[in-house]
């Protein structure tokens, strides 16, 4: 056969073990691997799998050439770097993004085909990295991409959790059903085990004073010991050299194995040690924006914590011994949201009692080069430990945070203006050890608090986010350190999330613009806006957009057996299940314009809009509310589905398990998308900003960064409605004579009369929102609810005019440059971090 010919051809040339470099060599470099990695024969039968793994470990070996020279320049440079310290990265696949960004794509695909394979089939075998929840950890891994493309110095630091973000799957009731994500079985070729580089980190017991010296000291007993174990997972740029590094922490027993034990027939406590140390790795928190207070989630803090900071200062020790006062010209971390801020007392363990400097020496090192980063007002995110809790884990870092505390209320009694009654108020309000207000025996650490006083530079994530944290969450922090509080407006990576998953669409804008440089320069996108109205382009446009679609409801088709039309209008909502981003509000829109339709004449219906409704998204395996959630879209979904007056006017599925590779078959067909959370309570959200970049239109509320979505590509563009966030505190006071839409009343009454079955269950959800009470409808479901209708009107009247469709659709793109993440890194690297690219040689 021709694939035996070809490899019989691939033998023959036979260069082994370089990374491809033309066409000629990708063949036999691919069989190669075969050999050595697969373990097969040339001639036995290769299966997708093999040459997924093939091709992989033949990408991965570019990768490290590359990774070693980035890294020897650094170092020969003596680079300072950013450490961006992050318990999530949602990196998803790591083959094709690779493979693009190494310009190895051609070659491999080529070769691939003569194997009678294609890159997408290849690119299936791989399971997604889902080492986080959502928009924070998704986040990270844009940043990682963006400063691997802009030569910045800079490491991610995290923990290679052995179980990632569950897999969602839905039981025959349509429910929520989660299971593990054993995404490492079958083995990583993306990441390098460094066995030699390994840290201890410890746990527990007590402190003693003793005296070192002739001086006073604390002493940490500790009662457990593990050591983290680095593996390095090397990230590429898009048309430069650069590799830069995500570095994960696995966890290790320091004796692997009691042999005593073992040999008593105590099998059990052999294994014991191994079994702790893996425990704290073992599983990612499915916890977005609620975190639940268990110390285990705390104690994996502390672990990616401690060894990302001995990993920095032992190479900093190795290059400039003990001149500390340059540590922050050499290495500065962001953390990203509370989740790592344990560093600040971490940083002064470390340079007090590991290093013997004078606390206010350590003090100025440590908060010249810590930052923080704040991703939500959501109240119960803000991470609060109990100090019972972590004088138990970590007593010397209490005790460290107790020293900090007394001196900045120190600074305060001095510094704050006013009667000293006014004074205790505002020491009492702004302490980071503070009273439990729900259990005044209770003490907590606030570790923003703690964050905000040690840090250098705390910012928001979108204009209005950042002013939300400036005027409200951290006021009384601002006035004192006005200068402390910056906007980063949050971005995404335009290799991943538009050259890579629409190679359609990025092929049309490289043709129009006449080059790629927009890859790599997203504002050149803004070139687009002069073809808006041109016909001839819309038309290319559309067809692009039609493509598409063809392949989702491909993809829809195979999981459900429906076929799906796609000339309707496909309308997407992904996002993690949330009260405040209010997919109960799309759902309550679907059954009113089913209950429409159901009224319509035949001939009615077939001049209205007909609408593909898609929701996906996870709700965390405790949070209640959000299952209910799940449950009303598919119970929706089944009765509309299934309804020979509407089904080809109106669908809603539920899309399970919803992550990184399916936005990426998503984003590029969708043509109206949702962000429509309460006013002022998304911190910025970073999906729309994919939506926008794919020239999919959106329906949202004034709030995160929908705002500077809108600006960038014309508010006229976009169908905003609902209360703004200075009105909602307002609302929310008057909730209990807030009057509802006829229109709201009469579904609410449906849900709860078992229109679609389940009513015992969904009463909650039905109380939640319909109930007139204040602290009912937190998030105002109903106060915007006639204001989504219309909103959504005024898009059917819109899609009915296909030229003025397309415009937009071409706007939405052509204004999306600002929220490339290249943006966004840059504006750290020059207000926060204080780093200069620096390519290293070809
Ligand atoms: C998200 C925010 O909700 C979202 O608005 C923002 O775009 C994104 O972060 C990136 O900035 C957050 N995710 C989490 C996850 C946890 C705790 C807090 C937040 S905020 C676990």
């Not at 001196?407 to 004074?423: D, H, R, V, Y």
């Amino acid at each position: 056969s021709v694939i035996v010919q070809n490899i019989a051809e691939a033998e023959r040339v036979g260069k082994k073990g370089k990374p491809v470099k033309d066409t000629a060599s990708a063949l036999p470099e691919l069989m190669s691997k075969v050999r050595s990695v697969v373990g097969k024969s040339a001639t036995s039968d290769l299966t997708a799998r093999d040459l997924y793994n093939a091709l992989a470990y033949s990408t991965r070996d570019g990768l490290i050439e590359r990774f070693n020279k980035t890294h020897e320049h650094w170092a020969a440079k003596d680079s300072k770097f950013v450490y961006y310290l992050s318990a999530e990265f949602l990196m998803g696949r790591t083959l094709t993004n690779a493979v693009y960004n190494l310009g190895m794509e051609g070659k491999y695909a080529e070769a691939l085909r003569s194997l009678g394979y294609d890159m997408e089939t290849i690119q299936e075998q791989e399971r997604d990295a889902s080492l986080g929840n959502g928009g924070l950890g998704r986040l990270a891994a844009c940043f990682l991409d963006s400063m691997a493309n802009i030569d910045l110095p800079g490491w991610g630091y995290g923990i290679r959790y052995k179980y990632g973000m569950f897999k969602q799957a839905l039981d025959k009731g349509g429910y929520q059903k989660e299971l593990p994500d054993i995404w490492l079985t079958d083995g990583n070729p993306w990441e390098v085990k460094r066995s030699e580089i390994k840290y201890e980190v410890c746990f527990g017991g007590r402190t003693e004073k003793k005296t070192v010296n002739g001086k006073e000291v604390s002493v940490w007993e500790p009662n457990q010991r593990v050591y983290a174990q680095a593996y390095d997972n090397p990230i590429p740029g898009f048309q430069t050299p650069t590799v830069g590094n995500l570095r994960l922490w696995d966890a290790l027993p320091v004796t692997e194995f009691d042999l005593a034990a073992f040999n008593a027939g105590d099998y059990d406590k052999s294994m014991l040690e191994k079994e702790k140390a893996e425990c704290i790795v073992a599983v990612l928190y499915p916890n977005d924006a609620t975190p639940e207070g268990k110390e285990l989630r705390l104690k994996q803090q502390y672990f990616f914590v401690a060894a990302s900071m001995q990993d920095v200062l032992t190479r900093f020790k190795a290059k400039h011994g003990s001149k500390w006062d340059l540590l922050p010209t050499k290495a500065v971390f962001q953390m990203n949201d509370t989740h790592p801020t344990i560093a600040v007392a971490e940083a002064m363990r470390l340079l007090v009692d590991v290093e013997g400097l004078p606390w206010e020496q350590a003090w100025s090192i440590s908060s010249k080069m810590l930052n923080y980063t704040n991703h939500t007002v959501m109240p119960e995110a803000l991470e609060k430990w109990p100090v019972k809790v972590m004088a138990k884990m970590l007593p010397r870092h209490m005790e460290i945070i107790e020293i900090i505390n007394e001196g900045w209320i120190q600074w305060l009694q001095s510094n704050l203006p006013g009667t000293a009654a006014e004074k205790a108020a505002k020491v009492a309000a702004m302490s980071i050890v503070h009273e439990n207000q729900w259990n005044k025996d209770e003490l907590l650490v606030n570790m923003a608090y703690l964050a905000v006083v040690g840090s250098a530079h705390v910012n928001g994530v979108a204009a209005i986010h950042s002013d939300i944290v400036k005027n409200e969450i951290f006021n009384d922090f601002y006035k004192i350190f006005p200068n402390k509080f910056q906007n980063k407006t949050n971005g995404v990576t335009p290799r991943r999330w538009l050259a890579w998953c629409n190679p359609e669409l990025a092929t049309l804008i490289t043709k129009t613009l006449g080059s790629d440089a927009w890859i790599n320069n997203a504002e050149l996108l803004s070139g687009l806006r002069k073809f808006a109205s041109d016909k001839n382009f819309q038309s290319q446009w559309r067809a692009v957009k039609q493509q598409r679609k063809a392949k989702l409801a491909a993809m829809i088709k195979s999981q459900t057996g429906d076929d799906i039309d796609i000339n309707n209008m496909f309308d997407i909502q992904v996002k993690r299940i949330h009260e405040y981003k209010r997919q109960y509000m799309n759902v309550l829109g679907i059954i009113w314009r089913y209950k429409q339709l159901k009224k319509m004449t035949p001939a009615e219906r077939k001049a209205s809009v007909p609408r593909v409704c898609m929701i996906g998204g996870k709700a965390a395996s405790a949070y209640d509310m959000a299952k209910r959630i799940i449950r009303l879209v598919t119970a929706v979904g089944a009765k509309i589905n299934n309804d020979p007056d509407t089904k080809d006017y109106l669908r809603l599925y539920f899309l399970p398990d919803y992550n990184v590779s399916l936005a990426e078959a998503l984003i590029p067909a969708a043509e109206l998308s949702q962000h429509i959370s309460t006013g002022g309570t998304e911190a910025s959200g970073t999906s729309n900003m994919k939506f926008q970049m794919n020239g999919c239109l959106i329906i949202g509320t004034w709030d995160g960064a929908n705002i500077e979505i809108a600006e960038e590509t014309g508010v006229e563009n976009v169908f905003v409605f609902g209360v703004r966030a200075e009105e909602i505190n307002q609302l929310r006071k008057e909730r209990a004579n807030y009057k509802t839409d006829p229109r709201f009343n009469e579904i609410m009454n449906d849900i709860a009369g078992g229109m679609f079955g389940d009513k015992e269950y969904f009463k909650p959800l039905v109380d939640s929102i319909s109930n007139m009470k204040v602290g009912n409808d937190w998030f105002l479901v109903a106060n915007d609810f006639a204001a989504y209708l219309d909103a959504q009107e005024e898009v059917d009247k819109v899609y009915k005019d296909p030229e003025e469709w397309t415009r937009r659709s071409i706007m939405y793109t052509a204004g999306s440059g600002k929220f490339s993440s290249d943006r966004t890194i840059r504006e750290y690297a020059e207000d926060i971090w204080d780093i200069k690219p620096e390519r290293p040689l070809a």
